[in-house]
Protein backbone atom coordinates (compact mmCIF):
# COMPACT_ATOMS: atom_id res chain seq x y z
CA UNK A 1 0.00 0.00 0.00
CA UNK A 2 1.26 3.47 -1.37
CA UNK A 3 0.61 6.73 0.02
CA UNK A 4 -0.33 7.90 -3.80
CA UNK A 5 -2.63 5.29 -3.82
CA UNK A 6 -6.12 6.89 -5.20
CA UNK A 7 -8.78 6.97 -2.25
CA UNK A 8 -11.82 4.95 -2.76
CA UNK A 9 -15.14 6.78 -4.11
CA UNK A 10 -18.59 6.89 -1.67
CA UNK A 11 -19.78 4.52 -4.34
CA UNK A 12 -16.74 1.78 -3.38
CA UNK A 13 -17.05 2.78 0.51
CA UNK A 14 -20.33 2.04 0.95
CA UNK A 15 -20.51 -1.23 -0.94
CA UNK A 16 -17.41 -2.06 1.49
CA UNK A 17 -19.71 -0.76 4.68
CA UNK A 18 -22.65 -2.71 3.32
CA UNK A 19 -20.44 -5.76 2.57
CA UNK A 20 -19.03 -5.39 6.53
CA UNK A 21 -22.75 -4.68 8.37
CA UNK A 22 -21.24 -1.01 9.22
CA UNK A 23 -24.07 1.31 10.13
CA UNK A 24 -24.31 4.40 9.00
CA UNK A 25 -25.95 6.78 11.53
CA UNK A 26 -23.83 9.16 13.17
CA UNK A 27 -23.05 8.54 16.90
CA UNK A 28 -23.88 11.88 17.57
CA UNK A 29 -26.70 12.86 16.12
CA UNK A 30 -28.57 9.86 14.34
CA UNK A 31 -27.93 11.54 10.68
CA UNK A 32 -27.10 8.56 8.01
CA UNK A 33 -25.62 10.96 5.38
CA UNK A 34 -21.72 11.99 5.16
CA UNK A 35 -19.23 13.77 2.61
CA UNK A 36 -16.23 11.14 2.05
CA UNK A 37 -13.05 12.94 2.89
CA UNK A 38 -10.84 10.54 1.02
CA UNK A 39 -7.86 8.76 1.96
CA UNK A 40 -6.15 10.48 4.52
CA UNK A 41 -2.78 10.17 6.42
CA UNK A 42 -3.08 10.65 9.72
CA UNK A 43 -1.33 10.14 12.91
CA UNK A 44 -1.88 10.08 16.26
CA UNK A 45 0.59 11.03 18.84
CA UNK A 46 0.88 9.62 22.35
CA UNK A 47 3.20 11.08 25.20
CA UNK A 48 6.21 9.26 26.56
CA UNK A 49 5.57 7.88 29.98
CA UNK A 50 8.41 7.32 32.11
CA UNK A 51 8.93 3.10 32.83
CA UNK A 52 6.24 2.43 29.66
CA UNK A 53 7.41 -0.98 28.46
CA UNK A 54 6.97 -1.10 25.58
CA UNK A 55 7.89 2.44 25.23
CA UNK A 56 4.97 4.64 23.80
CA UNK A 57 5.77 6.46 20.64
CA UNK A 58 4.02 8.58 17.44
CA UNK A 59 2.57 6.27 15.15
CA UNK A 60 1.40 7.06 11.71
CA UNK A 61 -1.69 5.01 9.51
CA UNK A 62 -3.39 5.74 6.47
CA UNK A 63 -7.39 5.69 6.95
CA UNK A 64 -10.15 6.92 4.40
CA UNK A 65 -11.90 9.68 6.70
CA UNK A 66 -15.53 10.98 6.69
CA UNK A 67 -17.62 13.79 8.08
CA UNK A 68 -21.28 13.40 9.05
CA UNK A 69 -23.25 16.39 6.50
CA UNK A 70 -25.39 17.42 10.01
CA UNK A 71 -23.12 17.91 12.74
CA UNK A 72 -19.70 17.31 11.17
CA UNK A 73 -18.36 14.41 13.20
CA UNK A 74 -15.38 12.83 11.81
CA UNK A 75 -15.23 9.08 11.95
CA UNK A 76 -11.78 7.09 10.19
CA UNK A 77 -11.56 3.49 9.11
CA UNK A 78 -8.22 1.83 8.87
CA UNK A 79 -6.99 1.92 5.13
CA UNK A 80 -5.37 -1.40 4.83
CA UNK A 81 -8.92 -2.75 6.50
CA UNK A 82 -10.71 -1.03 3.85
CA UNK A 83 -8.47 -1.90 0.74
CA UNK A 84 -8.33 -6.02 2.04
CA UNK A 85 -4.94 -6.04 2.85
CA UNK A 86 -6.23 -7.44 6.24
CA UNK A 87 -8.58 -10.16 5.98
CA UNK A 88 -11.63 -10.23 8.20
CA UNK A 89 -12.24 -12.33 11.63
CA UNK A 90 -12.18 -16.03 10.46
CA UNK A 91 -11.31 -15.59 6.90
CA UNK A 92 -8.19 -17.44 5.87
CA UNK A 93 -5.01 -16.03 5.20
CA UNK A 94 -4.11 -14.28 1.81
CA UNK A 95 -0.94 -15.77 0.65
CA UNK A 96 2.03 -13.41 -0.59
CA UNK A 97 0.92 -11.31 -3.74
CA UNK A 98 -2.95 -12.19 -4.30
Not at 34 to 63: C, I, S
Request: proline share 8%; aromatic share 12%.
Amino acid sequence: MSDSAPAWTTVNLDEFFAARGVKAACPLCGNESWYNLGRLKGETWAQDYPGANPPVRMHRFLAYALSCTNCGFIRSHFAQTVEGLLAPPGAPERAEGE
